[in-house]
């Protein structure tokens, strides 16, 4: 069964590697500004004549507090009036990409993220969305996949009653610990009730799918107290769980710099929290998707990774791989064709721009062919745990063997170290190193080795 799981400690600890998560390859980290709207323009024109269907990211920065453990592009204010000119620049952007793009591509996936996206108004809710299905094509049947990432401490009732009525059928619910002494240590206060009131919402409105996010490793947590946690979740019946590592990076991310590092947990502690929230998940029926997520058997992604179909962009996990991404708002990030392009991550540059009548592109990157095929080979890996050396060799017309001959002896020792089964035809990565799949992936990282590993979580 691909959700079958092996713990084995000595392994985690030889393999637990600081390196990407592979939301693409190549990594946001090799983006530059030698690409511009020049290049973004050139690819919404190809996925014009293709026709391809639509993936669309909108980023609402705004939250009304910090979250001190957090490492989103973000802006903290009271102030909900900073929405407004947002909203407008937001709006011009809209229609600046839309106009490059056939009306009849399917918005197959929408996704609103942040910060808090419920930040916003009610009416400036339903204006966003009026000018998403003015300017895209929209599906109105409730087949797409439309999500959005929720706060349950900015939302209520009326406000799920909205999303569900503008469209969206999915959410994400930020919960991150339930425990009240971790949730003052990372200032964020939100009690299981607040939570369950959503979710209760979100049921009774028939939205398709619920997703909780958690993270292990934050201040004052223990084995036992995330324990709690999880139990007290998977009360809750989410169809899909995220539990992140939290990556104690304070040299970079400014809200960190209030987390008193005394308190973190160890590594060990870590590692006990993460093995037992695999046993507690693993015993209520949810299957490994790999990369902290979690999901019940009949999800579609537990689905379409049983049917090799699984895929993984800048949202996650997706089964929405084939769909050219759009990114709308500060920081967002696009995939269209072979082209990354990332839009400004400062909002006053962001809005300046736009405000101009030129898009906030900033950098990016053109895939060549050996990005192309590392791509296609870490996506096989990452999405299947498998690799067919066959599928590979006929998409790219290459001898699988000789193209990647000089990874072979690192490829031997992971197999000889039972992280993955290694023979002339496939790799295979075993139970015990399903865990542990960025790293394999990372053996096929070009880059790697040009890169700062500190800018990297570790990979448990």
């Not at 991150?176 to 369950?196: I, Y």
């Not at 028939?206 to 999880?230: C, H, M, W």
């Not at 009360?235 to 987390?259: C, G, K, T, W």
Request: net charge negative.
């Amino acid at each position: 069964m691909l959700d079958a799981i092996r713990w084995d400690t000595d392994l985690i600890r030889r393999y637990d590697l600081a390196g990407p998560r592979y939301t693409s390859y190549p990594t946001a980290v090799q983006f530059d500004s030698q690409v511009g709207t020049f290049d973004l323009f050139h690819a919404l024109r190809d996925s014009r004549k293709a026709l391809r269907p639509l993936s669309l990211y909108v980023h609402v920065p705004f939250c009304a507090n910090i979250c001190y453990y957090c490492a989103c592009n973000k802006v903290i204010t009271k102030d909900r009036g900073r929405a407004l000119s947002y909203l407008q620049r937001l709006e011009q952007e809209i229609q600046l990409i839309a106009c490059h793009l056939d009306p009849s591509q399917k918005v197959e996936q929408l996704h609103f993220g942040g910060g808090t996206p419920t930040f916003l108004s009610h009416d400036e809710l339903r204006q966003l969305m009026a000018q998403l299905r003015k300017h895209f094509n929209l599906l109105d049947d409730d087949s797409g996949d439309y999500g959005i990432e929720i706060d349950p401490r900015e939302a209520d009732w009326s406000t799920m009653g909205l999303l569900r009525e503008l469209g969206f059928n999915r959410v994400s619910i930020g919960v991150q610990d339930l425990d009240p002494a971790v949730q003052r240590a990372v200032n964020r206060l939100q009690s299981l009730e607040e939570t369950r009131a959503v979710i209760d919402a979100a049921r009774t409105l028939q939205f398709r799918s619920i997703n909780i996010d958690l993270i292990y490793g934050l201040p004052k947590q223990t084995p036992e107290n995330f324990a709690r946690t999880v139990d007290e979740v998977m009360s809750l019946q989410p169809d899909r769980l995220s539990v992140f590592n939290y990556a104690h990076l304070p040299e970079r991310f400014m809200p960190q710099r209030r987390i008193n590092s005394d308190e973190l947990p160890t590594p060990a502690q870590k590692l006990e929290m993460l093995q037992g929230t695999i046993e507690q998940l693993t015993k209520a029926g949810y299957r490994y998707i790999g990369m902290d997520h979690f999901a019940l058997p009949d999800d579609e992604l537990a689905i379409a990774q049983e049917e090799s179909t699984l895929q993984r962009n800048f949202q996650g996990y997706t089964t929405h791989g084939h769909c050219d991404l759009i990114g709308l708002g500060v920081s967002a990030i696009s995939q269209i064709g072979d082209l990354y392009c990332q839009n400004s991550s400062d909002l006053n540059q962001y809005q300046n721009t736009l405000a101009s009548a030129q898009l906030a592109t900033s950098r990016g990157l053109l895939c060549n062919a050996d990005d192309r095929l590392r791509r296609a080979v870490i996506q096989q890996l990452i999405c299947t745990f498998g690799l067919e050396f066959a599928q590979i060799e006929q998409a790219f017309n290459i001898d699988f063997q000789g193209y990647f001959g000089e990874l072979w002896p690192q490829l031997q020792g992971m197999a000889d170290d039972g992280l993955i089964e290694l023979d002339n035809e496939r790799i295979t990565v075993l139970p015990a190193g399903r865990l542990l799949v960025r790293s394999v992936c990372m053996v096929f990282d070009a880059y790697l080795e040009q890169q700062n590993r500190q800018r990297f979580s570790r990979v448990i």
